[in-house]
Structures are given as structure tokens and as C-alpha cells.
């Protein structure tokens, strides 16, 4: 299975600030994936990022709210810009690991206040 | 579309006792299964999977077996420790498609 670090492991911020969450892996993958988890709640999928193309946006989530940088194959970034308190969450990268598997970070939990 | 279904938490069991949290899916074709747990303050571990009907996933005494006559997934331990506190989330992939959650059962195993 794949190393996944996440930085950083939480954070407190201010609305309308911007919070850039990054996401390394210990091996070349070609697909990470970019999930929220809202408080109590299970996984919505962001976005799906493919290094050398635009990432791919799941319904109600879009490049202006979450850009997503993917410039090799063991590292991705994801902001949160414009934050409100909506947006308090824990965010997890994971990545596919055969079969259909898909191995998780440990995640990025965000408060804003 | 494919949508996964899991019983209501939380689960409060006292330590030793059998646990069952039930999974049902919907979902075209033959998707993989897959159990994750999420410790208290960490991130999603795969627990187990299965890729095939009758297949059966197993990890730390933890079991559960694809049922396709029933589109179930019900995962299973005989004993269970106080360790096993956490949020189990049932899960699935269809090919080619995204991964797609159950809304997770928090457990709370009692000393």
C-alpha cells in the first residue's frame, strides 16, 4: 500500500482567507483524489487529479472554490480559498492502489471561524 | 446511479461481544466491496475487501462476505475490543467509476 502524508494536519483560519492543503505520496500514481468530510458526516469526492491535466469536478464543486495543482506524479495541492465557516472540514487525499482500491491520507482538519 | 446503505449508529457493544454492522448496495454490474475504518483523529484504513460474489474479505478478525443475491456486504467480528472504537464505512467501485461511501457506523466498544 501507499505513504500518504498531508500538510497541514489541521488548521484554524479566518473567513475569506485561503488554506492550501498538500498532498505526498511515497510512490508515482497516476490518479489522487481529493475528498471532504463535513463534521459527522461520510465522503463527498471534490475532484479527481490527473497529473499533466486539469482536474476532473464532482456536481457542486468548483475551480474557483477548490483549485487543484497536480505537477507530478507523487504530489498534489488543493486550496480552499474564500473560506467561511461552511467550509469546516476535514480533507482527505487518497489515491488508487490496485483492484480498485483507493488508500487515504491522514487527512487536513479545518476550522473557520 | 450506485449508492450504499449501512445501518444507523451509533453502536455501543461491551467488550467481547459479537458485532454486526450491515451493508446493502445498489449498483450495476459487479462492483469491488471494501470496509474502511476511521480511528478516532486519523484518516480512512482499508480494513478488507472483496472483488467477487462469494468472495470473502477478512483483516485484525474482522470478516465479511459478497453477497450478490442480496447486494450485501455485512462485516462481522466475534469479539470485540475496546481498540475497535472507531467509524466503519462501507463502500464500493464500479469499474471505471468513483469510489461511492456509506454514511459510516460509529461504534463504541465499552471496557
Known amino acids: 500500500s501507499a505513504v500518504i502524508s498531508q500538510k497541514p494536519s489541521r488548521d484554524i483560519c479566518q473567513r475569506g482567507t485561503s488554506l492550501t492543503i498538500q498532498c505526498q505520496v511515497d510512490?508515482?500514481?497516476?490518479?489522487m483524489f481529493w475528498y471532504r468530510q463535513q463534521p459527522g458526516q461520510s465522503l463527498t469526492l471534490i475532484a479527481t487529479?490527473?497529473?499533466?491535466?486539469?482536474?476532473?469536478?464532482e456536481s457542486g464543486f468548483v475551480i474557483d472554490k477548490f483549485p487543484i495543482s497536480r505537477p507530478n506524479l507523487t504530489f498534489s495541492t488543493l486550496t480552499v480559498s474564500n473560506m467561511s465557516p461552511e467550509d469546516s472540514s476535514i480533507y482527505l487525499c487518497?489515491?488508487?492502489?490496485?483492484?480498485?482500491?483507493?488508500?487515504f491520507g491522514p487527512g487536513t482538519r479545518l476550522l473557520v471561524l | 446511479g450506485n449508492s450504499v446503505t449501512q445501518m444507523e449508529g451509533p453502536v455501543t457493544l461491551s467488550e467481547e461481544a459479537f458485532l454486526t454492522i450491515n451493508c446493502t448496495y445498489t449498483?450495476?454490474?459487479?462492483?469491488?466491496l471494501f470496509w474502511y475504518v476511521q480511528y478516532p483523529g486519523e484518516g480512512l484504513q482499508l480494513l478488507l475487501k472483496?472483488?467477487?460474489?462469494?468472495d470473502k474479505g477478512s483483516n485484525k478478525g474482522f470478516e465479511a462476505t459478497y453477497r450478490k443475491e442480496t447486494t450485501s456486504f455485512h462485516l462481522e467480528k466475534g469479539s470485540v475490543q475496546v481498540s475497535d472504537s472507531a467509524v466503519y464505512f462501507c463502500?464500493?467501485?464500479?469499474?471505471?467509476?468513483?469510489?461511492?461511501f456509506g454514511p459510516g457506523t460509529r461504534l463504541s466498544v465499552l471496557p
Open positions: 487518497s489515491v488508487e492502489g490496485g483492484v480498485e482500491t483507493q488508500y
Open positions: 510512490s508515482q500514481v497516476t490518479m
Open positions: 487529479a490527473n497529473q499533466g491535466s486539469e482536474a476532473t469536478y
Open positions: 449498483a450495476t454490474g459487479y462492483p469491488s
Open positions: 472483496a472483488t467477487k460474489a462469494d
Open positions: 463502500a464500493l467501485s464500479n469499474y471505471g467509476q468513483n469510489f461511492v
